[in-house]
C-alpha cells in the first residue's frame, strides 16, 4: 500500500530564517505531487504540483518554492520566511492528473514569530 | 470568485440524529468532485468521488450523492466519532490538476 511522510510535523521559525519541509512516497512510482497550504477558515490552497522529477508548475506566486530531487520526493522551502507564512503545509499525491483523487500526507504545522 | 461553497459552516448533531452537507459549485465542465474529512491537526482523508450527475458513493454511515449544481453528504444515524471536518473539493475540465476546495463543513455528534 501506498504511504506518504511529511516532517518535521510542527515547526516554529523566526522570520527571515529558511525553511525546508519534506514530503516522500512510498508504494508507488511516478506519483503526482503537490503542496497545499491551509490556513484557518480558508480551503486548502494549492502551491505547487509536480509530475515528474525536475518538473515543478506554481501556482500561486508567493515567497515559496519547491523542488522534486528525486521521484518520491517533493521539498518546500523558503529563503526568508514572512509572517504571512504561517499555516499548516499538506502534501499529497495521485496517480493520474485528471479523474484521480488525491491523498494527503498528516502536514505540517508551520507558525512563524 | 468561489468556486465551492459548503454549507452549513458547522454542524451540532445529537447521536442518531441524520442530516446532509451540502456542497455547490460554479465550475464549468466538471471533470470530478471529491469528499474528504479532516479531523483536527491532521491531513484530510479522502471518502468518495463522484464523476457524474445521478452518481452515488455509500461508505458506512456516509452516502454522497451529486446533482448538476451540487452535492450531498448525507449521514445516517451518525456517532461521535464521526465528528470531523468535510471538505468538499472539484476538479473542471479547463484547469487540468486544479483542485478547489471548499472550506468546509465542521461536525460534530453529541453522545
Known amino acids: 500500500s501506498q504511504t506518504i511522510h511529511q516532517w518535521p510535523a510542527t515547526l516554529v521559525q523566526p522570520v527571515g530564517s529558511p525553511l525546508s519541509l519534506e514530503c516522500t512516497v512510498e508504494?508507488?512510482?511516478?506519483?503526482?505531487l503537490y503542496w497545499y497550504r491551509q490556513a484557518a477558515g480558508r480551503g486548502l490552497q494549492l502551491l505547487f504540483y509536480?509530475?515528474?522529477?525536475?518538473?515543478i508548475s506554481s501556482e500561486v506566486p508567493q515567497n515559496l518554492s519547491a523542488s522534486r530531487p528525486q521521484d518520491r520526493q517533493f521539498i518546500l522551502s523558503s529563503k526568508k520566511l514572512l509572517l504571512s507564512d504561517s499555516g499548516f503545509y499538506l502534501c499529497?499525491?495521485?496517480?493520474?492528473?485528471?479523474?484521480?483523487?488525491?491523498?494527503f500526507g498528516p502536514g505540517t504545522r508551520l507558525t512563524v514569530t | 470568485e468561489d468556486q465551492v461553497t459548503q454549507s452549513p459552516e458547522a454542524l451540532r448533531l445529537q447521536e442518531g440524529e441524520s442530516s446532509s452537507l451540502n456542497c455547490s459549485y460554479t465550475?464549468?465542465?466538471?471533470?470530478?468532485l471529491f469528499w474528504y474529512r479532516q479531523d483536527p491537526g491532521k491531513g484530510p482523508e479522502f471518502l468518495f468521488t463522484?464523476?457524474?450527475a445521478g452518481e452515488e458513493k455509500e461508505k458506512e454511515r456516509l452516502k454522497a450523492t451529486l446533482t448538476k449544481k451540487e452535492s450531498f453528504l448525507h449521514i445516517t444515524a451518525p456517532k461521535p466519532e464521526d465528528s470531523a471536518t468535510y471538505l468538499c473539493?472539484?476538479?473542471?475540465?479547463?484547469?487540468?490538476?486544479?483542485?478547489?476546495f471548499g472550506t468546509g463543513t465542521s461536525l460534530t455528534v453529541i453522545p
Open positions: 499529497a499525491w495521485s496517480w493520474g492528473i485528471t479523474f484521480y483523487e488525491q491523498y
Open positions: 473539493a472539484v476538479q473542471a475540465r479547463d484547469t487540468g490538476n486544479q483542485f478547489y
Open positions: 463522484l464523476y457524474s
Open positions: 465550475v464549468s465542465g466538471l471533470r470530478g
Open positions: 508504494g508507488t512510482s511516478n506519483p503526482n
Open positions: 509536480s509530475v515528474g522529477i525536475g518538473q
